[in-house]
Structures are given as C-alpha cells and as structure tokens.
C-alpha cells in the first residue's frame, strides 16, 4: 500500500478502509451459518460510514442500528428494511414512530415500559409492530466492563422470568407481534462460550414460549465476536457457529447475528503524521496529528492498537505516542518501540475500523479526519475531511 501517497493525495489523520477486506469477513459469518436461515445483521454503529452501509448491503447484508439516526442512515445506504432490527434501551416516541412507519423487520425491546410504549404507539398508527425481546441471561462475557452487557447489573435487557411475562402480554395485544428473541452480552468477546452459554439459555426459553404456542421465527445472537488487536486468539466462526447451531437444535428459526466489530475493526487503520517528538526528563513521546478525538479507544478502554512506524528504522527507543489535545488521557500508544522520528514521518494505528470513525468528535475544535475505501486497489474518498466552517455551522447564526 502506497501510504505516503495517500497522506499526500488526502492528508493526515486519514481513516483507510479496506473494502475487499470487509467483503471477506462478512462472507465468512454468512458461510458459517450455511444451511441454516441467517440474516448477518450489521451493527451499523461500529463504523456508519454510508459507503461502508452500502457496500454491506450490496452484498446482502441486514443491519442492527441503535438510534433512528442509524436506521436511516441503513435504508438511505440501500438497505432492505424487512432486514433491519432496531436495538436500544432508550427509544423514544418519535424513533418508535419512526420506525413503525418504515416497516422494519423488528423492534428489540428493552424493558416492560418500552413493551407498553410501543403498543400505544402501534395502536394510534393502526399496525402491528413486530418485536424481539432482549433477554439479559446473566452470563460474564469477560470483556472490558464498559463493553459488557450480559450481566443482570448491566442496564440491558430483561431476565428470563420478565420476558416470558412480557410474551404473554405481547401474544395478547393486537397491535404487537412477538416474532424474535434477542441477547447480546458483549463486545470484543475472545472466549466464544459465553455467547454458546447465552444462546443455550435463550434457547430455552423459546421452546417454553412455543408450548405456550408463541412462535419465535428469530433467534438474534447479538454481536460481540471479537478480533485480533494484540495477542488475543483468533475466535473460530466453526466452534461459535456450531455451537450455536447446537443450542438451537430441533427449532425452526432464522439465525440472526449483529456483528460490528468483526466485520470492520481489522479493515481499518488510522494513518497520521508525526509532528514532533520531545522528552520530558526521561520519557519520550512522539506527538502525532492523530489524537484521542479520532480514536478515543486507548483513552477510553486503555485498548491496545498495534502501530507501525513507515520512515526509516533506525535507533529504537521506548516512547509513548499522543496527540495534541489537552488531556493527558489523549494517547494513542503506550510503551512501545519506535525510530527516531522526524516531522513528516508517518504512523499507522493498526485495527481502527471499528469505533474509531464513529465514536470520533470535536473536542478541542478539531476537524474530523477523512475516510477512504479501498477496494481491488483503487482508493476513493468516502468522507471528506471536515473544515473549521463545518464546525461552527450551527452555532454563527446565534452570535449577535
Ligand atoms: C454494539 C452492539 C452490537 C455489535 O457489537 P460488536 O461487538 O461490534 O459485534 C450488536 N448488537 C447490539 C445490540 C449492540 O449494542
């Protein structure tokens, strides 16, 4: 890959996709559930990037989204809207409005409240809202705590005793449809048994609910495979698609999975420049143009990204790279190895496909970068690079 032709084609920091790359990966999560119904539903909010959506849906994707925001953003990308599930603990009336009228494959509901909500919104608009229920089954999906969300003191999702509850209320309105089951206990889960537990607990429940004659027609896994940053083990799709398969033995369901991270953490890297490099007594650190804004993992997750340096090798020494925001949490590495760096050189943050771009802001008045995919070697611009007028759009015309 001509990196340094790129940096000059589009600057830096520059988010890079790999097109072909994401192709791969949602092409083997489909091949994995091959023979069964399945639906790989997108987790639009790992990277929302309209090109990327539309790439995803060209190949047949469906996509999980999380606010109205990102189900408009997947049908404005192509989607078809019988393959988008709508997700989230706090839907508002509108969004719930909203969705109805788009007549999506379904709402996940989150709690009783949310259950009551969108029967009364259902029965003004005159439809029938299909609905999933997450089920929290109490499983440790032994990831990052902020990313986990399996566990009964998480926020998300109900137990088991609730949703049957909330079932036999939804059989019994007219306005709902019980027509899925739904868990997802976790992000960047390297240890594929928890979600085999999740799903045999799940499971379950569906044959319960089918004696009480409420078919569910899908079963949503959730997301939350996870890749390799560092030195974590490759997940294998066989065991985690045989595993479910397993748990789901003797039920008619369409398999539904919401992968985010899976299909776009390792197509995407960050490429950014050096622009100094400076000691404080004995610590060094390299100062990039890339910083915690564009990729908030490390700060927020103490994630690892593993980085590469494209300039001369020469003189390795233990450094740490940040940015320039104010903040001491604004580091993208730590502790590692690097060249002596001159102005201009450049870094590649490795893996930065998923929440890089999307969980990336403004702070201290920083432009975003801009994205560009790559696909059979072409590179093309997916989203400009933000200007200064772009942030201040909204607020010029209340300053008097
Ligand atoms: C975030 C999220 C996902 C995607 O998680 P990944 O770890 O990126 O696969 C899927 N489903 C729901 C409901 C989510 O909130």
Redesign the pocket.
């Known amino acids: 890959m001509d990196y340094k032709g790129l940096a000059q084609k589009y600057g830096t920091p520059l988010y890079i996709y790999d097109f072909n790359h994401i192709k791969e990966r949602y092409n083997e999560l489909k091949n994995a559930f091959s023979g069964r119904k399945s639906l790989v539903c997108y987790?639009v909010?790992?990277n929302s990037n309209l090109s990327i959506l539309r790439h995803l849906a060209n190949l047949g994707a469906g996509f999980?989204c999380?606010s109205i925001g990102e189900v408009k953003r997947a049908l404005m990308a192509g989607a078809k809207p019988y393959q988008v599930i709508f997700?989230?603990v706090g839907k508002s009336d509108d969004e719930i409005k909203t969705a109805l009228n788009s007549n999506i494959l379904m709402l996940?509901l989150e709690s009783e409240a949310e259950l009551d909500r969108v029967c009364a919104i259902a029965k003004e608009l005159n439809k029938t809202a299909r609905i999933s229920i997450?089920i929290n089954p109490d499983v440790d999906a032994k990831t990052h705590p902020y990313?986990s969300?399996g566990l009964n003191e998480n926020k998300f999702g109900v137990d088991v005793m609730s949703a049957k509850k909330m079932y036999l209320k939804a059989k019994n309105s007219a306005h709902i449809e019980p027509v899925g089951v739904h868990f997802?206990i976790?992000?960047?889960?390297t240890e594929i048994s928890s979600i085999i537990e999740a799903a045999n607990i799940v499971a379950k429940v569906v044959s319960e609910l089918k004696a009480l004659e409420i078919d569910i027609k899908f079963f949503d896994v959730?997301?939350?495979?996870g890749i390799v940053y560092d030195d974590e083990q490759n997940v294998s799709l066989y065991d985690y698609a045989q595993g479910i398969l397993a748990a789901l033995k003797g039920l008619d369901v369409t398999i539904v999975c919401?992968?985010?991270?899976?299909i776009v953490g390792n197509a995407g890297v960050l490429l950014s420049s050096v622009l100094y490099e400076k000691f404080n007594k004995n610590r060094r650190f390299v100062v990039v143009d890339a910083a915690m804004n564009d990729l908030i993992r490390p700060s927020l997750y103490d994630a690892h990204h593993g980085v590469e340096f494209l300039g001369k090798n020469e003189q390795i020494s233990p450094c740490d790279i940040v940015g320039p925001i104010c903040e001491s949490g604004d580091f993208l590495a730590k502790n590692l190895n690097l060249p002596k760096c001159q102005s201009g050189d450049l870094i590649l943050i490795k893996s930065a496909g998923?929440?890089g771009f999307s969980m990336s802001s403004n702070y201290n008045t920083r432009p975003r970068a801009a994205e560009i995919g790559i696909e059979d070697g072409k590179d093309r611009l997916i989203r400009r690079r933000e200007k200064f007028e772009d942030l201040i759009a909204l607020e010029t015309e209340f300053l008097n």
Not at 222 to 225: A, F, P, S
């Open positions: 987790a909010k790992a999980d999380v997700s989230g996940n997450r990313i969300t997802h976790g992000s960047q889960i959730g997301g939350g495979v919401e992968p985010g991270r899976f998923a929440y």
